[in-house]
């Protein structure tokens, strides 16, 4: 071999070496590989991220546009669905339309006098419920078969209209009736449900009271008079038919403030509601006498006749009804006395139409109560009408101590000192109220609280005993319970104080002291009203003045008058 052809081979040895240098070089290794794989992988989930996110613009925006390329929908009444269900009457743009029911619309929803969308193709698409809104009518009568209803318009005029299912069943459970108010729509003839009426609703309550007899105290005989004249035809109607004998209209409870006639009329409507038992209910609605009144003209008698409407319709099912007006004096005065106003001339012919009139009222008593008896028009208590008047007495001490003992019982914290002296917590108690009647009917100087001198020149004392009321007594108590408990607060040892005899005797001074300056004394008749007698005209009234010494009250340490001690209000 020459020497330049061993030059040769060894140049093409060291290029072969040299390209599979090169060769190993450029081949990644695994662990490239794997990162490579893994940079890929997360690129391509983002682009499928992307992607589905773009898909969704997309089809968003695709959904806004076919939204905005839809016609606009109009809307109309179902008057009927024709039978099969593919085809509905519709009012709609004032006019009466036969429309296609769209298939997939579901039909058992499309009930008469529900609001239906229409499509572009004038075809009901879907069911909307009810109108909301509209105008307002007054229920007259439902007419035969509950589907159709005469209404009274703003104007008085009646329209026949068709009952929706709303109302429907309403009427059905017997929660709407005359008088009350519903939502119609005139030009589709249906009316929709039934309205509130604010004004009258805020007038008066359904609920029956939770008043019993036993909460009232010293009224036997006046509890057994209307037990007698309300009660007793409900309970027992079929022996007032034998009898041939017709219920009361109405009652009259009259006599001072504050001596329970409400409480009674409340206890009523309770004991009926407890006697009619399963057998039915009752029904007491209770009249804000001074709310009726209205300045607009004719206000005042709609209301009331909106009241003895909706008594009629409760009552027609034989369920009783007390229709209750408290201050009666303050609505039905007599005629012509009104100085600045004369409601009273349609007020009170506008009642006595209710109670008597070509209506019937049967199932349904009026109570009414009054310290101002003789302000109410005389043709509302002839009989016929408020049939039973029954006066309700100032009580005497045997009342007083009745009506204690509804309010001092032996549950209460009692003096322990008391309790020990008498024996037990039941003697105690009865300590209590011979002590509180003692005081206030007590016949001395320190309980004389005004003398009446008479137009023939006799005088007569009035004691604080002959201003007694439930109330007062009621309130006496509050007050001892008072004193032991700010006494019980003041000793740091609650447990160790209760009501005393201490406490009776300053609640009663501390209760006939703030009665000295009460009532008014400009009209001298006024305080023979107020303690109940009647007879001779009153002249000169002289207010007694005594200077009690109390626990909670300052001594008055101003001079007293040397003449008197006494005030007088003369008649001029």
Same mark, same amino acid.
Not at 35 to 42: E, I, M, Q, S, V
Not at 298 to 303: C, D, K, L, N
Not at 305 to 314: G, K, L, P, T
Not at 413 to 434: K, Q, S
């Given at each position: 071999?020459?020497?330049?052809?061993?030059?040769?081979?060894?140049?093409?040895?060291? !290029? +072969?070496?040299?390209? *599979?240098?090169?060769?190993?070089?450029?081949?990644?290794?695994?662990k490239?590989?794997?990162?490579?794989?893994?940079?890929?992988?997360?690129?391509?989930?983002k682009?499928v991220?992307?992607? /589905?996110?773009?898909?969704?613009?997309?089809?968003?925006?695709?959904?806004?546009?076919?939204?905005?390329?839809?016609?606009?929908s109009?809307?109309?009444?179902?008057?009927?669905?024709?039978?099969?269900?593919?085809?509905?009457?519709?009012?709609? +743009?004032?006019?009466?339309?036969?429309?296609?029911?769209?298939?997939?619309?579901?039909? +058992?929803?499309?009930?008469?006098?529900?609001?239906?969308?229409?499509?572009?193709?004038?075809?009901?698409?879907?069911?909307?419920?009810?109108?909301d809104?509209?105008?307002?009518?007054? $229920?007259?009568?439902?007419?035969?078969?509950?589907?159709?209803?005469?209404?009274?318009?703003?104007?008085?005029?009646?329209?026949?209209?068709?009952?929706?299912?709303?109302?429907?069943?309403?009427? !059905?459970? *017997?929660?709407?009736?005359?008088?009350?108010?519903?939502?119609?729509?005139?030009?589709?003839?249906?009316?929709?449900?039934? %309205?509130?009426?604010?004004?009258?609703?805020?007038?008066?309550?359904?609920?029956?009271?939770?008043?019993?007899?036993?909460?009232?105290?010293?009224?036997?005989?006046?509890?057994?008079? %209307? #037990?007698?004249?309300?009660?007793?035809?409900?309970t027992?109607?079929?022996?007032?038919?034998?009898?041939?004998?017709?219920?009361? /209209? @109405?009652?009259?409870?009259?006599?001072?403030?504050?001596?329970?006639?409400?409480?009674?009329? /409340?206890?009523?409507?309770?004991?009926?509601?407890?006697?009619?038992?399963? @057998?039915?209910?009752?029904?007491?609605?209770?009249? /804000?006498?001074?709310?009726?009144?209205? *300045?607009?003209v004719?206000?005042?008698?709609?209301?009331i006749?909106?009241?003895?409407?909706?008594?009629?319709?409760?009552?027609?099912?034989g369920?009783?009804?007390?229709?209750?007006?408290?201050?009666?004096?303050?609505?039905?005065?007599?005629?012509?006395?009104?100085?600045?106003?004369?409601?009273?001339?349609? $007020?009170?012919?506008?009642?006595?139409?209710?109670?008597?009139?070509?209506?019937?009222?049967?199932?349904?008593?009026?109570?009414?109560?009054?310290?101002?008896?003789?302000?109410?028009?005389?043709?509302?208590?002839?009989?016929?009408?408020?049939?039973?008047?029954?006066? $309700?007495?100032?009580?005497?001490?045997?009342?007083?101590?009745?009506?204690?003992?509804?309010?001092?019982?032996?549950?209460?914290?009692?003096?322990?000192?008391?309790?020990?002296?008498? @024996?037990?917590? #039941?003697?105690?108690?009865?300590?209590?109220?011979?002590e509180?009647?003692?005081?206030?009917?007590?016949?001395?100087?320190?309980?004389?609280?005004?003398?009446?001198?008479?137009?023939?020149? +006799?005088?007569?004392?009035?004691?604080?005993?002959?201003?007694?009321?439930?109330?007062?007594?009621?309130?006496?108590?509050?007050?001892?319970?008072?004193?032991?408990?700010?006494?019980?607060?003041?000793?740091?040892?609650?447990?160790? #104080?209760?009501v005393?005899?201490?406490?009776?005797?300053?609640?009663?001074?501390?209760?006939?002291?703030?009665?000295?300056?009460?009532?008014?004394?400009?009209?001298?008749?006024?305080?023979?009203?107020?303690?109940?007698?009647?007879?001779?005209?009153?002249?000169?009234?002289?207010?007694?003045?005594h200077?009690?010494?109390?626990?909670?009250?300052?001594?008055?340490?101003?001079?007293?008058?040397?003449?008197?001690?006494k005030?007088?209000?003369?008649?001029?």
């Open positions: 071999m020459t020497r330049a052809s061993q030059q040769t081979s060894s140049h093409n040895t060291a !290029s +072969s070496t040299a390209r *599979k240098s090169n060769n190993n070089d450029a081949t990644p290794s695994l490239e590989l794997q990162l490579a794989n893994r940079t890929l992988g997360t690129r391509n989930a682009l991220e992307m992607l /589905k996110a773009s898909r969704d613009k997309l089809d968003a925006l695709n959904e806004q546009i076919r939204a905005l390329s839809d016609p606009p109009t809307y109309g009444t179902l008057l009927e669905l024709n039978p099969g269900g593919h085809s509905a009457e519709v009012f709609t +743009s004032n006019r009466r339309m036969r429309l296609v029911v769209a298939p997939g619309v579901d039909t +058992s929803q499309l009930t008469p006098g529900a609001l239906v969308r229409l499509g572009e193709g004038q075809e009901v698409v879907e069911h909307c419920g009810f109108s809104f509209g105008d307002i009518a007054v $229920v007259k009568e439902f007419l035969p078969g509950g589907s159709r209803v005469v209404v009274a318009d703003t104007m008085g005029d009646l329209r026949v209209l068709k009952i929706a299912a709303p109302l429907y069943e309403l009427w !059905s459970q *017997k929660n709407v009736g005359a008088g009350d108010q519903v939502l119609v729509d005139y030009r589709a003839g249906y009316a929709f449900e039934s %309205i509130p009426k604010a004004d009258v609703e805020n007038l008066i309550l359904e609920e029956i009271p939770e008043v019993s007899y036993e909460d009232i105290g010293g009224l036997h005989n006046q509890i057994e008079m %209307i #037990h007698d004249a309300v009660e007793l035809p409900f027992h109607p079929d022996l007032y038919r034998k009898f041939d004998l017709q219920p009361p /209209k @109405g009652v009259l409870l009259y006599g001072p403030p504050g001596c329970g006639k409400t409480l009674i009329a /409340k206890a009523v409507a309770h004991s009926l509601a407890e006697k009619m038992g399963s @057998g039915g209910e009752s029904y007491f609605l209770n009249i /804000k006498g001074p709310e009726l009144l209205n *300045k607009f004719g206000e005042t008698e709609r209301q006749r909106q009241i003895f409407d909706r008594a009629r319709s409760i009552a027609e099912d369920r009783p009804v007390i229709v209750f007006f408290d201050e009666m004096d303050a609505i039905f005065r007599t005629r012509g006395s009104g100085i600045s106003s004369d409601l009273e001339n349609t $007020v009170v012919p506008q009642l006595l139409s209710e109670i008597d009139g070509v209506e019937d009222l049967r199932n349904v008593i009026v109570i009414g109560a009054s310290n101002r008896e003789e302000m109410i028009d005389p043709a509302i208590l002839r009989p016929g009408r408020l049939d039973v008047k029954i006066r $309700v007495e100032r009580p005497d001490e045997k009342s007083a101590r009745e009506i204690a003992e509804l309010y001092l019982v032996d549950t209460l914290p009692l003096d322990p000192d008391l309790v020990e002296d008498t @024996g037990d917590r #039941h003697a105690a108690v009865a300590a209590l109220i011979d509180l009647s003692s005081r206030m009917y007590a016949q001395h100087s320190d309980n004389e609280f005004v003398e009446l001198t008479f137009v023939d020149g +006799s005088r007569e004392v009035l004691y604080y005993r002959d201003f007694a009321s439930g109330a007062m007594i009621a309130n006496i108590v509050d007050r001892a319970k008072k004193n032991a408990l700010k006494r019980a607060l003041a000793s740091g040892q609650p447990d160790n #104080h209760g005393s005899l201490e406490d009776v005797r300053t609640a009663v001074d501390q209760e006939f002291t703030e009665n000295d300056d009460l009532p008014n004394t400009a009209n001298p008749d006024e305080w023979a009203r107020i303690s109940g007698r009647t007879g001779q005209r009153v002249t000169e009234v002289t207010v007694a003045h200077n009690r010494k109390t626990t909670t009250e300052p001594e008055d340490t101003e001079p007293e008058d040397t003449d008197s001690g005030g007088h209000t003369d008649a001029s």
